[in-house]
């Protein structure tokens, strides 16, 4: 008889996150428009700041990250103890969960969102509660009608990842009056740089007044350092304190931190571009209206069309093409906004297919 190591049995029913892909075309064209990345490189700024750092990465990064902090903390107008960072908002999201998830407990986030969600709340020992979006929107009614006693934290993804859409002010602070005090609601606006609805709260401003909200943010989209891993909290000062001691140590290293420092210090020159994504994205969302496609308003960095059953179909004719998209098999696909001829190569393969959603 062979034994073999016991592992947790959440691993059983457990699928791995899966990253955006990247597919070769024609004449090895490709355009990767698959996991909402910036199309621009670093500045010459940040890039010399990575350099830099990279010349004592025979040292340890400073653990606490307090020059990062501090610079977060400036940018924001926050005290620095309400601000906590981590490996990508990803990371923080898993430190979130490790402070507050364990078997008997709820998490709640709405369905579909993003897929990093429910492989961290499985993780986590608690319990997923998923709701489902209503009209592509997140149902704030019904997510509070499902909250328990075991609800202990709450996740909206405002905009939300996949499909782009936005919760409004009013709805919001509806939604939130209705959530206990010892349940945390996590907002999370990796996508915030680039919301232009007017009607959109934001977060920094909601949670100096409600003690269990916490805001998430990342470098990863509009800053342009999906690749270096840094994302941040702002919340309360005994949330933020009982997330950072969950810190593995040493998870944000010396380059991300310089790196992060460098991309505030340049606000200026990302949001340029930023305004350059969102050009784009209105421009692309028209020109799939023109041709006849059905797409919700996308306040993010990226499109959703809603396609069923045809998701898989549609996905091998932007692969065959070159062009990567986030298919989510039999609900709908992801589109990233690119730069114009990337945004251009996905145009036409939506112009070419035979149907419509
Ligand atoms: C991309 C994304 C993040 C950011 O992840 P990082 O770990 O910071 O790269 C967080 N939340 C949502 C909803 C996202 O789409």
Known sequence: MSATPRFRSVLDRFVAYKPGKT???????????SSNES???????VLEAITEAGRQVNRYPDNSCSELIAEIARHHRVPEEQVTVGCGSVGVTQMLLEAVGEP???VMYAWRSFEAYPLLVSLSGAAAVQVPLRDERHDLAAMADAITAQTRLIFVCNPNNPTGTVVGAAELEAFLDRVPADCLVVLDEAYREYVRDTDVSDGLMLYPQRPNLVVLRTFSKAYGLAGLRIGYLVGHPLVAAAVRKTYLPFTVNSVAQAAGIASLRAEDELLERVELTVKERERVRGALLVQGWTVPASEANFVWLRLGEDTMAFSAACDAAGVSVRPFAGDGVRVSIGS??????????AESYPTRN
């Open 39 to 45: 199309p621009y490189g670093p500045l010459p700024s």
């Open 104 to 106: 008997g407990s709820e």
């Open 340 to 349: 114009p001829d990337d945004n251009d190569a996905f145009l036409a393969v």
């Open 23 to 33: 597919v070769t075309g024609p004449g090895g064209r490709s355009f990767k428009l």
